[in-house]
């Protein structure tokens, strides 16, 4: 047995979600934590929604405790994962769009918060304003529809005359057709919810393996599980010039729990960074 499941093996984990997510995550943390995994019946959608009806004013660590604290109100318990996803332009390379997926498991019996985050740039996250059916087309084409679900609505950020996950060209058509025939053109956007978007589910599938590999990593202070890297600090030095640079200089790890911090050195097998990612010697 490893030490996570000595932690969490035979407990039900609640899973707070209104899309689909425990059909990836629940095989997954079911057989790396020995949890039961029960689906929390709780409207998450009072946090925030992506289309904008309910505004999301939560950064999205705070959004998924919350979620987990609707649970255990509900149900009584004390174990719960929940997600919560971001999308936007990835801030290194520009207008590349990422899908942020973060995991918080919150555990009131061991007093332990554990989350994680996957990066990814294989997202259909976009939108775009269309004023005839072949715009509409070549849209819906790129961004993998049908199987990824379309949204429509008068213009873009509008509540009015919303419709959200559309998934049949002839419904796409002919609700496109109806706002078209009032507006001058139509927003049509992806709609990112999980389960109607299997690009995201993807991607939190990866979160869920990176969180079961971040529980089973234990504590050399205590042996709570959950050890891992909580901070990364830049600053590696040139190897030209000796000015610090954005890359890595090294990583704080750190208990949940205990609050056990170490510090890893040049993680990454580098003391120096080439000078091409210097902004004094490549302004």
């Known amino acids: 047995m490893n030490d996570a499941k000595l932690f969490f093996e035979g407990r039900t984990l609640l899973?707070?979600?209104?899309?689909?997510?425990?059909?990836?995550?629940?095989?997954i943390l079911e057989k790396g934590l020995g949890v039961q995994?029960?689906?929390?019946?709780?409207?998450?959608?009072?946090?925030?929604?992506?289309?904008?009806?309910?505004?999301?004013?939560?950064?999205?660590?705070?959004?998924?405790?919350?979620?987990?604290?609707?649970a255990f109100e509900r149900f009584g318990?004390?174990?719960?994962?929940?997600?919560?996803?971001?999308?936007?332009p990835d801030p290194f390379v520009g207008m590349v769009p990422v899908n942020e997926?973060?995991?918080?498991?919150?555990?009131?019996?061991e007093r332990l918060q554990i989350q994680v985050a996957v990066r990814s740039t294989d997202t259909n996250f976009n939108a775009a304003e269309v004023t005839n059916r072949y715009q509409l087309e070549q849209f819906a084409t790129q961004v993998q529809f049908p199987s990824?679900?379309?949204?429509?609505?008068?213009?873009?950020?509008?509540?009015?005359?919303l419709h959200k996950g559309i998934t049949q060209w002839d419904a796409l058509f002919s609700l496109f057709d109806q706002l078209r025939a009032e507006h001058d053109s139509v927003w049509v956007e992806t709609d990112m919810?999980?389960?109607?978007?299997?690009?995201?589910?993807?991607?939190?599938?990866?979160?869920?393996?990176?969180?079961v590999a971040r529980i089973q990593s234990a504590c050399t202070a205590c042996g709570a599980p959950g050890f891992g890297i909580t901070e990364q600090v830049s600053g590696l030095p040139c190897d030209w010039c000796g000015t610090a640079t954005r890359a890595e200089l090294y990583a704080i790890s750190e208990c949940q729990r205990c609050g056990y911090r170490q510090?890893?050195?040049?993680?990454?097998?580098?003391?120096?960074?080439?000078?091409?990612?210097?902004?004094?010697?490549?302004?």
């Not at 997926?101 to 019996?109: A, F, G, I, Q, S």
């Not at 993807?202 to 990176?210: C, K, P, Y």
């Open 193 to 211: 919810r999980a389960h109607l978007n299997p690009s995201r589910m993807d991607v939190i599938a990866s979160a869920a393996h990176r969180l």
């Open 15 to 27: 899973l707070p979600t209104k899309h689909g997510k425990e059909r990836v995550l629940a095989p």
């Open 148 to 161: 990824h679900a379309l949204i429509l609505r008068q213009g873009e950020g509008s509540l009015n005359k």
């Open 101 to 109: 997926e973060l995991l918080v498991l919150l555990d009131d019996k």
């Open 77 to 88: 318990a004390d174990l719960a994962v929940a997600s919560e996803g971001s999308f936007g």
């Open 37 to 70: 995994v029960v689906v929390a019946d709780v409207d998450t959608d009072v946090l925030g929604t992506f289309s904008g009806e309910i505004e999301r004013t939560l950064d999205p660590v705070s959004a998924a405790l919350a979620k987990c604290r609707l």
């Open 263 to 283: 510090e890893d050195w040049y993680r990454k097998g580098r003391k120096t960074e080439d000078p091409a990612y210097c902004e004094r010697c490549n302004p």
